[in-house]
Protein backbone atom coordinates (compact mmCIF):
# COMPACT_ATOMS: atom_id res chain seq x y z
CA UNK A 1 0.00 0.00 0.00
CA UNK A 2 1.31 3.56 -0.60
CA UNK A 3 0.45 6.23 2.20
CA UNK A 4 -0.32 10.41 1.09
CA UNK A 5 -0.62 12.97 3.51
CA UNK A 6 -2.45 16.03 2.18
CA UNK A 7 -2.73 19.10 4.58
CA UNK A 8 -3.45 22.24 3.56
CA UNK A 9 -5.93 25.38 5.22
CA UNK A 10 -9.24 24.97 5.37
CA UNK A 11 -11.70 25.61 2.56
CA UNK A 12 -8.15 25.74 0.21
CA UNK A 13 -9.75 22.83 -2.18
CA UNK A 14 -8.58 19.39 -0.55
CA UNK A 15 -10.77 17.39 -0.67
CA UNK A 16 -11.96 18.93 -4.67
CA UNK A 17 -8.62 17.49 -5.36
CA UNK A 18 -8.79 14.55 -3.79
CA UNK A 19 -11.37 13.43 -5.24
CA UNK A 20 -10.80 14.18 -8.86
CA UNK A 21 -7.48 12.40 -8.26
CA UNK A 22 -9.34 9.42 -7.11
CA UNK A 23 -11.30 9.44 -10.44
CA UNK A 24 -8.26 8.90 -11.90
CA UNK A 25 -6.68 6.25 -10.07
CA UNK A 26 -10.07 4.59 -10.63
CA UNK A 27 -9.63 4.67 -14.36
CA UNK A 28 -6.50 2.75 -13.91
CA UNK A 29 -8.08 -0.03 -11.61
CA UNK A 30 -6.51 0.81 -8.18
CA UNK A 31 -8.49 0.95 -4.99
CA UNK A 32 -7.51 4.08 -3.10
CA UNK A 33 -8.83 4.96 0.09
CA UNK A 34 -9.42 8.23 2.80
CA UNK A 35 -8.97 9.08 6.26
CA UNK A 36 -9.97 12.63 7.50
CA UNK A 37 -8.79 14.46 9.92
CA UNK A 38 -10.49 17.33 11.42
CA UNK A 39 -11.39 19.59 14.62
CA UNK A 40 -14.81 20.23 15.49
CA UNK A 41 -16.72 19.46 12.42
CA UNK A 42 -16.81 17.49 8.84
CA UNK A 43 -18.69 16.37 6.49
CA UNK A 44 -16.50 15.43 3.70
CA UNK A 45 -16.46 12.07 4.39
CA UNK A 46 -20.22 12.30 2.67
CA UNK A 47 -18.64 13.45 -0.17
CA UNK A 48 -16.26 10.49 0.15
CA UNK A 49 -19.05 8.10 0.35
CA UNK A 50 -20.89 9.35 -2.17
CA UNK A 51 -17.85 8.42 -4.78
CA UNK A 52 -17.85 4.75 -3.27
CA UNK A 53 -14.63 5.49 -1.76
CA UNK A 54 -13.81 3.71 1.21
CA UNK A 55 -13.80 6.94 4.27
CA UNK A 56 -12.95 7.03 7.83
CA UNK A 57 -13.18 10.32 9.71
CA UNK A 58 -11.19 11.13 12.90
CA UNK A 59 -12.36 14.91 14.88
CA UNK A 60 -9.88 16.11 17.24
CA UNK A 61 -12.41 17.92 19.34
CA UNK A 62 -10.39 19.22 22.01
CA UNK A 63 -7.04 18.10 21.22
CA UNK A 64 -4.91 19.81 18.74
CA UNK A 65 -5.53 18.41 15.17
CA UNK A 66 -2.10 17.53 14.28
CA UNK A 67 -1.30 16.11 17.69
CA UNK A 68 -4.21 13.61 17.07
CA UNK A 69 -3.47 12.64 13.72
CA UNK A 70 0.37 11.46 14.53
CA UNK A 71 -1.15 9.62 18.11
CA UNK A 72 -3.45 7.34 14.95
CA UNK A 73 -1.32 7.58 12.20
CA UNK A 74 -0.33 3.94 12.75
CA UNK A 75 -4.08 2.66 13.61
CA UNK A 76 -5.57 4.36 10.13
CA UNK A 77 -2.43 2.64 8.43
CA UNK A 78 -3.52 -0.48 9.52
CA UNK A 79 -7.03 -0.13 9.03
CA UNK A 80 -6.12 0.68 5.35
CA UNK A 81 -4.06 -2.54 4.99
CA UNK A 82 -7.09 -4.41 5.87
CA UNK A 83 -9.32 -3.08 3.48
CA UNK A 84 -6.68 -3.81 0.65
CA UNK A 85 -6.01 -0.31 -0.08
CA UNK A 86 -3.35 0.30 -2.96
CA UNK A 87 -3.37 4.06 -1.82
CA UNK A 88 -4.10 5.88 1.46
CA UNK A 89 -4.95 9.27 1.60
CA UNK A 90 -4.55 11.19 4.55
CA UNK A 91 -6.57 14.50 4.83
CA UNK A 92 -5.63 17.34 7.27
CA UNK A 93 -6.74 20.89 7.66
CA UNK A 94 -3.62 23.10 8.80
CA UNK A 95 -5.57 24.99 11.66
CA UNK A 96 -3.02 26.90 13.37
CA UNK A 97 -0.42 27.29 10.34
CA UNK A 98 2.13 26.29 12.86
CA UNK A 99 2.74 22.68 12.18
CA UNK A 100 2.34 20.03 9.51
CA UNK A 101 1.61 15.85 9.83
CA UNK A 102 4.41 15.17 6.71
CA UNK A 103 6.22 12.15 8.13
CA UNK A 104 9.68 11.80 6.45
CA UNK A 105 9.98 9.16 4.14
CA UNK A 106 6.08 9.32 3.19
CA UNK A 107 5.02 11.32 0.43
CA UNK A 108 3.18 14.81 1.32
CA UNK A 109 1.34 17.00 -0.40
CA UNK A 110 0.14 20.77 0.35
CA UNK A 111 -2.54 22.70 -0.43
CA UNK A 112 -3.32 26.00 -1.02
CA UNK A 113 -5.56 28.75 -3.40
CA UNK A 114 -4.67 31.56 -4.68
CA UNK A 115 -7.45 33.74 -2.83
CA UNK A 116 -5.92 33.17 -0.03
CA UNK A 117 -3.97 36.22 -0.36
CA UNK A 118 -0.15 36.46 -1.70
CA UNK A 119 1.71 36.69 1.88
CA UNK A 120 -0.09 33.49 2.71
CA UNK A 121 3.00 31.51 2.09
CA UNK A 122 4.95 33.61 4.29
CA UNK A 123 2.77 33.19 7.18
CA UNK A 124 2.72 28.97 6.64
CA UNK A 125 5.17 27.29 8.15
CA UNK A 126 5.85 23.84 7.61
CA UNK A 127 2.56 22.61 6.21
CA UNK A 128 4.20 24.33 3.08
CA UNK A 129 7.54 24.23 3.53
CA UNK A 130 8.12 21.16 3.92
CA UNK A 131 5.83 19.38 1.18
CA UNK A 132 7.10 17.05 -1.47
CA UNK A 133 4.25 18.45 -3.75
CA UNK A 134 2.29 22.35 -3.74
CA UNK A 135 -0.71 21.75 -5.27
CA UNK A 136 -2.36 25.52 -6.04
CA UNK A 137 -5.85 25.88 -6.60
CA UNK A 138 -8.74 28.31 -8.16
CA UNK A 139 -6.50 29.62 -10.43
CA UNK A 140 -9.26 29.78 -12.93
CA UNK A 141 -11.08 33.10 -11.02
CA UNK A 142 -8.19 35.06 -10.54
CA UNK A 143 -5.59 36.93 -13.32
CA UNK A 144 -3.14 34.81 -14.84
CA UNK A 145 -0.49 37.78 -13.35
CA UNK A 146 -2.07 36.99 -9.56
CA UNK A 147 -1.22 33.18 -10.07
CA UNK A 148 2.05 33.97 -11.58
CA UNK A 149 2.97 36.07 -8.66
CA UNK A 150 1.50 33.80 -6.19
CA UNK A 151 3.43 30.65 -7.74
CA UNK A 152 6.61 32.96 -7.22
CA UNK A 153 6.05 33.27 -3.84
CA UNK A 154 5.36 29.79 -2.94
CA UNK A 155 8.78 28.76 -4.82
CA UNK A 156 10.48 30.97 -2.96
CA UNK A 157 9.72 29.38 0.29
CA UNK A 158 9.54 25.65 -0.87
CA UNK A 159 11.61 25.90 -4.02
CA UNK A 160 12.16 22.03 -3.56
CA UNK A 161 8.63 20.98 -4.15
CA UNK A 162 7.22 20.42 -7.11
CA UNK A 163 4.10 23.51 -8.40
CA UNK A 164 0.65 21.84 -9.23
CA UNK A 165 -2.06 24.06 -10.68
CA UNK A 166 -5.36 21.95 -10.09
CA UNK A 167 -8.47 23.38 -10.94
CA UNK A 168 -11.09 21.45 -8.91
CA UNK A 169 -13.96 21.66 -10.11
CA UNK A 170 -12.93 20.52 -13.92
CA UNK A 171 -10.26 18.37 -12.68
CA UNK A 172 -7.85 19.70 -15.11
CA UNK A 173 -3.95 19.23 -13.70
CA UNK A 174 -5.35 16.42 -11.25
CA UNK A 175 -4.48 13.24 -13.79
CA UNK A 176 -1.05 14.76 -13.91
CA UNK A 177 -1.01 15.05 -10.03
CA UNK A 178 -1.77 11.20 -9.50
CA UNK A 179 0.99 10.34 -11.41
CA UNK A 180 3.08 11.64 -9.23
CA UNK A 181 1.39 10.12 -6.15
CA UNK A 182 1.78 6.09 -6.80
CA UNK A 183 4.43 4.27 -7.34
CA UNK A 184 3.85 0.20 -7.67
CA UNK A 185 7.12 -0.30 -5.95
CA UNK A 186 6.31 0.80 -2.74
CA UNK A 187 4.61 -0.71 -0.17
CA UNK A 188 3.99 0.59 3.27
CA UNK A 189 3.10 -1.81 6.02
CA UNK A 190 3.72 0.31 9.08
CA UNK A 191 4.53 3.60 9.94
CA UNK A 192 6.02 3.06 13.63
CA UNK A 193 9.42 4.12 14.57
CA UNK A 194 8.97 6.60 11.41
CA UNK A 195 9.12 10.39 12.43
CA UNK A 196 7.63 13.47 11.85
CA UNK A 197 9.56 15.93 9.37
CA UNK A 198 9.11 18.79 12.27
CA UNK A 199 8.85 18.93 15.83
CA UNK A 200 5.00 19.99 17.05
CA UNK A 201 5.52 22.65 19.44
CA UNK A 202 5.83 21.70 23.09
CA UNK A 203 3.29 24.13 24.68
CA UNK A 204 1.52 23.33 27.87
CA UNK A 205 0.15 25.71 29.88
CA UNK A 206 -2.78 26.09 32.09
CA UNK A 207 -5.42 26.73 29.26
CA UNK A 208 -4.26 23.33 27.31
CA UNK A 209 -5.99 21.90 30.82
CA UNK A 210 -9.03 24.24 30.48
CA UNK A 211 -9.01 27.03 32.02
CA UNK A 212 -10.62 29.94 31.24
CA UNK A 213 -10.34 32.37 33.46
CA UNK A 214 -8.26 35.35 32.33
CA UNK A 215 -5.10 36.98 34.27
CA UNK A 216 -1.75 36.15 35.50
CA UNK A 217 -3.15 34.37 38.21
CA UNK A 218 -4.12 32.14 36.76
CA UNK A 219 -1.28 31.56 34.20
CA UNK A 220 1.07 28.66 34.36
CA UNK A 221 3.35 26.58 32.13
CA UNK A 222 4.43 27.67 29.03
CA UNK A 223 3.25 31.11 28.89
CA UNK A 224 4.79 33.62 26.81
CA UNK A 225 3.88 37.47 27.09
CA UNK A 226 3.09 40.00 24.02
CA UNK A 227 5.87 42.17 23.71
CA UNK A 228 4.01 45.87 23.13
CA UNK A 229 7.41 47.86 23.92
CA UNK A 230 6.53 49.67 27.15
CA UNK A 231 7.53 47.41 30.20
CA UNK A 232 9.61 49.39 31.62
CA UNK A 233 6.81 52.64 31.91
CA UNK B 1 27.78 25.62 -5.73
CA UNK B 2 27.33 24.61 -1.99
CA UNK B 3 30.68 26.58 -0.38
CA UNK B 4 28.48 29.72 -1.04
CA UNK B 5 27.15 29.31 2.34
CA UNK B 6 30.46 29.53 3.92
CA UNK B 7 32.72 31.34 1.77
CA UNK B 8 30.70 34.66 1.13
CA UNK B 9 29.19 37.42 3.18
CA UNK B 10 25.63 38.11 3.48
CA UNK B 11 26.69 40.84 1.34
CA UNK B 12 28.89 39.67 -0.84
CA UNK B 13 26.37 36.86 -1.88
CA UNK B 14 23.33 39.82 -2.21
CA UNK B 15 25.37 41.67 -4.82
CA UNK B 16 26.21 38.25 -6.42
CA UNK B 17 22.60 37.02 -6.55
CA UNK B 18 20.39 40.40 -6.25
CA UNK B 19 17.51 37.77 -5.69
CA UNK B 20 18.11 36.53 -2.69
CA UNK B 21 16.70 39.24 -1.02
CA UNK B 22 13.15 37.46 -2.38
CA UNK B 23 14.49 34.94 -0.30
CA UNK B 24 15.41 35.90 2.58
CA UNK B 25 11.68 38.43 3.01
CA UNK B 26 9.50 35.43 1.96
CA UNK B 27 11.02 33.20 4.58
CA UNK B 28 11.26 36.00 7.48
CA UNK B 29 14.84 35.76 7.95
CA UNK B 30 16.02 38.85 8.96
CA UNK B 31 19.43 39.33 8.31
CA UNK B 32 19.96 43.04 8.95
CA UNK B 33 23.54 43.38 11.00
CA UNK B 34 24.62 40.22 9.62
CA UNK B 35 26.26 41.77 6.37
CA UNK B 36 29.51 41.10 7.17
CA UNK B 37 28.46 36.90 8.01
CA UNK B 38 28.33 34.10 6.07
CA UNK B 39 25.01 32.60 5.45
CA UNK B 40 25.84 29.20 7.64
CA UNK B 41 27.21 31.78 10.44
CA UNK B 42 23.78 33.37 10.36
CA UNK B 43 21.45 29.88 10.47
CA UNK B 44 23.85 29.29 13.54
CA UNK B 45 22.77 32.00 15.36
CA UNK B 46 19.22 31.10 16.27
CA UNK B 47 19.09 29.74 19.39
CA UNK B 48 17.30 26.35 19.95
CA UNK B 49 14.31 28.10 21.41
CA UNK B 50 13.96 30.54 18.49
CA UNK B 51 13.77 27.21 16.12
CA UNK B 52 11.39 25.58 17.82
CA UNK B 53 9.67 29.22 18.31
CA UNK B 54 8.97 30.16 15.17
CA UNK B 55 9.24 27.08 13.50
CA UNK B 56 12.31 26.99 11.53
CA UNK B 57 13.75 24.25 9.59
CA UNK B 58 17.58 25.40 9.32
CA UNK B 59 18.50 22.30 7.08
CA UNK B 60 15.28 22.68 4.69
CA UNK B 61 16.24 26.52 4.80
CA UNK B 62 20.01 25.78 3.73
CA UNK B 63 19.39 24.13 1.31
CA UNK B 64 15.90 25.67 -0.22
CA UNK B 65 18.90 28.78 -0.71
CA UNK B 66 20.91 26.29 -2.81
CA UNK B 67 18.03 25.07 -4.59
CA UNK B 68 16.37 28.80 -5.19
CA UNK B 69 19.63 30.33 -6.07
CA UNK B 70 20.13 27.64 -9.13
CA UNK B 71 16.79 27.84 -9.94
CA UNK B 72 17.08 31.54 -10.74
CA UNK B 73 20.51 31.30 -12.20
CA UNK B 74 18.66 28.75 -14.87
CA UNK B 75 15.38 30.72 -15.07
CA UNK B 76 17.24 34.04 -15.75
CA UNK B 77 19.50 32.39 -18.53
CA UNK B 78 16.75 31.34 -20.28
CA UNK B 79 15.05 34.33 -20.42
CA UNK B 80 17.48 34.82 -23.78
CA UNK B 81 16.64 31.85 -25.71
CA UNK B 82 12.86 30.79 -24.39
CA UNK B 83 12.10 31.31 -27.85
CA UNK B 84 9.10 28.45 -29.16
CA UNK B 85 8.62 28.49 -32.80
CA UNK B 86 6.12 25.84 -33.00
CA UNK B 87 3.57 23.46 -31.19
CA UNK B 88 2.68 20.19 -32.32
CA UNK B 89 0.31 17.75 -31.03
CA UNK B 90 0.16 14.19 -32.00
CA UNK B 91 -3.19 12.67 -32.75
CA UNK B 92 -3.73 10.23 -29.45
CA UNK B 93 -7.70 8.66 -28.89
CA UNK B 94 -11.18 10.01 -27.85
CA UNK B 95 -13.30 8.78 -25.19
CA UNK B 96 -14.28 5.91 -26.94
CA UNK B 97 -10.51 5.00 -27.41
CA UNK B 98 -10.81 5.45 -30.83
CA UNK B 99 -7.94 7.38 -33.01
CA UNK B 100 -8.56 10.69 -33.67
CA UNK B 101 -9.16 12.21 -37.13
CA UNK B 102 -5.69 13.95 -37.99
CA UNK B 103 -2.00 12.80 -37.77
CA UNK B 104 -0.30 15.82 -36.32
CA UNK B 105 -1.31 20.06 -36.13
CA UNK B 106 0.92 22.15 -35.43
CA UNK B 107 0.48 25.89 -34.55
CA UNK B 108 3.17 28.10 -35.19
CA UNK B 109 4.17 30.93 -33.31
CA UNK B 110 2.09 34.26 -34.06
CA UNK B 111 -0.98 32.06 -35.35
CA UNK B 112 -4.35 32.06 -33.88
CA UNK B 113 -6.40 28.63 -33.30
CA UNK B 114 -9.80 28.66 -32.04
CA UNK B 115 -11.14 25.54 -30.49
CA UNK B 116 -15.32 24.73 -30.74
CA UNK B 117 -16.91 21.75 -29.22
CA UNK B 118 -19.85 21.41 -26.97
CA UNK B 119 -19.49 21.74 -23.53
CA UNK B 120 -17.50 18.82 -21.54
CA UNK B 121 -16.72 17.67 -25.02
CA UNK B 122 -13.00 17.69 -23.70
CA UNK B 123 -11.37 21.15 -24.18
CA UNK B 124 -10.01 21.33 -20.70
CA UNK B 125 -8.74 18.15 -21.46
CA UNK B 126 -6.82 19.25 -24.61
CA UNK B 127 -5.43 22.09 -23.02
CA UNK B 128 -4.46 20.18 -19.58
CA UNK B 129 -2.54 17.61 -22.27
CA UNK B 130 -0.93 20.92 -23.66
CA UNK B 131 -0.03 22.09 -20.30
CA UNK B 132 1.63 18.93 -19.01
CA UNK B 133 3.43 18.62 -22.50
CA UNK B 134 1.92 15.50 -22.48
CA UNK B 135 3.52 12.30 -24.15
CA UNK B 136 1.05 9.60 -24.37
CA UNK B 137 0.95 9.46 -20.42
CA UNK B 138 -2.51 11.15 -20.03
CA UNK B 139 -5.94 9.42 -20.50
CA UNK B 140 -6.15 11.05 -24.32
CA UNK B 141 -2.62 9.36 -25.47
CA UNK B 142 -1.94 12.84 -26.89
CA UNK B 143 2.01 13.79 -27.78
CA UNK B 144 2.97 17.31 -27.46
CA UNK B 145 6.24 18.91 -29.60
CA UNK B 146 7.82 21.65 -28.88
CA UNK B 147 9.96 23.16 -32.11
CA UNK B 148 8.87 20.05 -33.49
CA UNK B 149 10.71 18.16 -30.00
CA UNK B 150 10.04 16.18 -27.10
CA UNK B 151 10.27 19.74 -24.46
CA UNK B 152 11.95 19.59 -21.83
CA UNK B 153 10.27 18.12 -18.67
CA UNK B 154 10.52 21.45 -16.40
CA UNK B 155 7.74 22.56 -18.56
CA UNK B 156 5.56 20.48 -16.09
CA UNK B 157 7.20 21.02 -12.45
CA UNK B 158 8.67 24.64 -12.52
CA UNK B 159 6.83 26.92 -11.07
CA UNK B 160 8.09 29.79 -12.91
CA UNK B 161 7.89 28.72 -16.47
CA UNK B 162 4.26 27.31 -17.30
CA UNK B 163 4.05 26.76 -20.47
CA UNK B 164 0.68 28.14 -20.65
CA UNK B 165 -0.76 31.34 -19.31
CA UNK B 166 -4.66 31.52 -19.19
CA UNK B 167 -7.28 34.25 -19.61
CA UNK B 168 -10.90 33.49 -18.85
CA UNK B 169 -14.28 35.39 -18.35
CA UNK B 170 -15.07 34.25 -14.78
CA UNK B 171 -11.37 35.44 -13.54
CA UNK B 172 -11.30 38.16 -11.53
CA UNK B 173 -8.33 40.85 -9.42
CA UNK B 174 -8.67 39.73 -6.12
CA UNK B 175 -5.63 41.51 -4.34
CA UNK B 176 -6.45 45.05 -2.88
CA UNK B 177 -3.70 47.03 -5.03
CA UNK B 178 -3.47 49.82 -7.26
CA UNK B 179 -2.96 48.92 -10.80
CA UNK B 180 0.96 50.71 -10.53
CA UNK B 181 1.46 48.56 -7.74
CA UNK B 182 0.35 45.68 -9.08
CA UNK B 183 2.35 45.82 -12.21
CA UNK B 184 5.55 46.89 -10.14
CA UNK B 185 4.90 43.37 -8.18
CA UNK B 186 4.27 41.21 -11.13
CA UNK B 187 7.32 42.70 -13.01
CA UNK B 188 9.22 42.44 -9.75
CA UNK B 189 8.43 38.62 -9.92
CA UNK B 190 9.75 38.07 -13.14
CA UNK B 191 12.85 39.63 -12.99
CA UNK B 192 12.23 42.01 -15.11
CA UNK B 193 15.06 44.89 -15.37
CA UNK B 194 12.95 48.13 -17.22
CA UNK B 195 10.31 47.93 -14.56
CA UNK B 196 8.97 51.32 -15.48
CA UNK B 197 9.14 51.29 -18.69
CA UNK B 198 7.17 47.97 -18.99
CA UNK B 199 4.70 49.18 -16.50
CA UNK B 200 3.99 51.90 -18.90
CA UNK B 201 3.63 50.15 -21.92
CA UNK B 202 1.00 47.66 -20.09
CA UNK B 203 -1.13 50.26 -19.01
CA UNK B 204 -0.94 52.23 -23.03
CA UNK B 205 -1.55 48.92 -24.15
CA UNK B 206 -4.50 48.01 -21.98
CA UNK B 207 -6.02 51.52 -22.69
CA UNK B 208 -5.40 50.92 -26.07
CA UNK B 209 -8.01 47.73 -25.93
CA UNK B 210 -10.94 48.90 -23.88
CA UNK B 211 -13.45 51.59 -24.45
CA UNK B 212 -12.98 53.40 -21.27
CA UNK B 213 -9.77 54.89 -20.09
CA UNK B 214 -8.29 53.95 -16.92
CA UNK B 215 -4.51 55.27 -15.22
CA UNK B 216 -2.03 53.97 -12.67
CA UNK B 217 -3.84 55.10 -9.38
CA UNK B 218 -6.97 53.14 -10.26
CA UNK B 219 -7.95 50.46 -8.02
CA UNK B 220 -7.49 46.81 -10.20
CA UNK B 221 -10.68 45.80 -8.04
CA UNK B 222 -12.91 48.65 -8.59
CA UNK B 223 -12.07 48.39 -12.85
CA UNK B 224 -14.98 47.61 -14.70
CA UNK B 225 -15.20 44.35 -16.57
CA UNK B 226 -13.39 45.63 -20.09
CA UNK B 227 -11.20 47.70 -18.12
CA UNK B 228 -10.04 44.44 -16.03
CA UNK B 229 -9.99 42.09 -19.39
CA UNK B 230 -8.12 44.56 -21.21
CA UNK B 231 -4.99 45.11 -18.67
CA UNK B 232 -4.88 41.14 -17.63
CA UNK B 233 -4.58 40.41 -21.48
CA UNK B 234 -2.00 43.44 -21.91
CA UNK B 235 -0.29 42.07 -18.82
CA UNK B 236 -0.59 38.64 -20.33
CA UNK B 237 1.14 39.67 -23.62
CA UNK B 238 3.96 41.91 -21.90
CA UNK B 239 5.22 40.13 -19.49
CA UNK B 240 3.58 36.70 -18.49
CA UNK B 241 6.48 34.37 -19.63
CA UNK B 242 4.40 31.53 -20.74
CA UNK B 243 4.72 31.33 -24.75
CA UNK B 244 0.92 30.10 -25.28
CA UNK B 245 -2.07 31.81 -24.16
CA UNK B 246 -5.30 29.88 -24.05
CA UNK B 247 -8.66 32.20 -23.97
CA UNK B 248 -11.56 31.01 -22.55
CA UNK B 249 -14.18 33.43 -24.32
CA UNK B 250 -13.80 37.28 -24.31
CA UNK B 251 -16.64 39.08 -24.13
CA UNK B 252 -18.01 41.28 -26.25
CA UNK B 253 -18.53 44.33 -24.09
CA UNK B 254 -16.22 47.30 -23.59
CA UNK B 255 -13.19 45.65 -25.28
CA UNK B 256 -11.64 45.43 -29.14
CA UNK B 257 -10.92 41.75 -29.33
CA UNK B 258 -9.36 42.10 -32.75
CA UNK B 259 -6.80 44.58 -31.24
CA UNK B 260 -6.71 42.36 -28.05
CA UNK B 261 -5.96 38.99 -30.52
CA UNK B 262 -3.39 41.55 -32.55
CA UNK B 263 -1.56 42.23 -29.51
CA UNK B 264 -0.81 38.56 -28.32
CA UNK B 265 0.40 37.72 -31.57
CA UNK B 266 2.81 40.67 -31.90
CA UNK B 267 4.13 39.74 -28.28
CA UNK B 268 5.28 36.51 -30.30
CA UNK B 269 2.61 34.15 -28.50
CA UNK B 270 0.73 31.10 -29.76
CA UNK B 271 -2.96 32.15 -28.70
CA UNK B 272 -5.79 29.30 -28.63
CA UNK B 273 -9.41 30.25 -27.92
CA UNK B 274 -11.58 28.16 -26.74
CA UNK B 275 -15.13 30.15 -27.69
CA UNK B 276 -19.05 29.36 -28.88
CA UNK B 277 -18.56 33.44 -30.12
CA UNK B 278 -18.92 33.24 -34.37
CA UNK B 279 -16.68 36.38 -34.38
CA UNK B 280 -13.45 34.80 -32.27
CA UNK B 281 -13.91 31.70 -33.82
CA UNK B 282 -13.85 33.23 -37.27
CA UNK B 283 -10.86 35.48 -36.28
CA UNK B 284 -8.43 32.31 -36.05
CA UNK B 285 -6.84 31.03 -38.86
CA UNK B 286 -8.02 27.43 -38.01
CA UNK B 287 -10.40 26.13 -35.90
CA UNK B 288 -9.91 22.59 -34.08
CA UNK B 289 -13.64 20.82 -33.82
CA UNK B 290 -13.68 18.53 -30.48
CA UNK B 291 -16.14 15.47 -30.33
CA UNK B 292 -16.37 12.92 -27.62
CA UNK B 293 -12.89 13.80 -25.61
CA UNK B 294 -11.04 13.91 -29.47
CA UNK B 295 -9.64 16.03 -32.42
CA UNK B 296 -12.76 15.21 -34.51
CA UNK B 297 -11.82 18.29 -37.24
CA UNK B 298 -9.66 20.85 -37.66
CA UNK B 299 -10.76 23.20 -40.45
CA UNK B 300 -9.01 26.12 -42.05
CA UNK B 301 -10.96 29.54 -41.84
CA UNK B 302 -11.78 29.77 -45.35
CA UNK B 303 -11.92 33.33 -47.86
CA UNK B 304 -15.49 33.25 -47.91
CA UNK B 305 -15.83 32.76 -44.01
CA UNK B 306 -13.67 35.58 -43.45
CA UNK B 307 -16.20 37.55 -45.45
CA UNK B 308 -18.39 36.28 -43.13
CA UNK B 309 -16.23 37.72 -40.47
CA UNK B 310 -16.21 41.16 -42.18
CA UNK B 311 -20.06 41.33 -41.89
CA UNK B 312 -20.79 39.91 -38.34
CA UNK B 313 -17.77 42.66 -37.51
CA UNK B 314 -20.03 45.36 -39.21
CA UNK B 315 -22.85 43.95 -37.63
CA UNK B 316 -21.18 43.77 -34.24
CA UNK B 317 -19.64 47.53 -34.36
CA UNK B 318 -23.62 48.81 -34.63
CA UNK B 319 -24.00 47.56 -31.87
CA UNK B 320 -21.08 48.15 -29.90
CA UNK B 321 -21.55 52.08 -31.16
CA UNK B 322 -25.57 51.56 -29.40
CA UNK B 323 -24.47 51.24 -26.54
CA UNK B 324 -21.70 53.99 -26.35
CA UNK B 325 -24.82 55.91 -27.24
CA UNK B 326 -26.81 55.13 -25.12
CA UNK B 327 -23.92 55.65 -22.07
CA UNK B 328 -23.87 59.19 -23.30
CA UNK B 329 -27.81 59.33 -23.14
CA UNK B 330 -28.65 59.58 -26.83
CA UNK B 331 -32.04 58.69 -27.99
CA UNK B 332 -31.85 55.48 -30.79
CA UNK B 333 -34.17 56.27 -33.90
CA UNK B 334 -32.68 53.55 -36.20
CA UNK B 335 -30.00 50.97 -36.86
Given at each position: MNLVTVSGPPSSGKTSVILKVIEAFKDRGLSVGVVKFDCLYTDDDLLYEKAGIPVKKGLSGSLCPDHYFVSNIEEVV??????????????????????????????????????????TPKKIGPMLKAADIVVITKGDIVSQAEREVFASRVNSVNPKAI???????????????????????????????????????????????????????YQMGNVRKIKLGDEYE | MNNILNALTLKELQQKYPFVINYFEENRLDVEGF?????????????????????????????????????????????????????????????????????????????????????????SRLLADIEWAAQGDTPTKRRILINGEVPDMKWRFSSNNKLVAQLSQNMNFVMDLTVYEFL??????????????????????????????????????????????????????????????????????????????????????????????????LMADKRIVIKNGGIDKIIETSKEEKKVLEELERMDSIIQKMRNDLRIGLIIDSI
Open positions: KWGRKKNLDLLITESAGLCNRCSPYIRSIKSVCVIDNLSGINTLHINGLTGQGAFELSTLLYNEEEDIETVQGESLRFPMPSALCSYCLGETRIGED | ENSTFDEYLNHFSEEEIEEWGIDIKGIREGLLEYISQMIEFLGLEEDRGIESLTIVAGTDKSGKKENFEEFTIRKSEIVSIVGPTGSGKKLHAQSRMVEREEEVIKEIIEAANNLSGEKFDLNSQITSLSGGQSRALMIADTAILSSSPIVLIDEIENAGIDRKKALNLLVSSDKIVLIATHDPILA
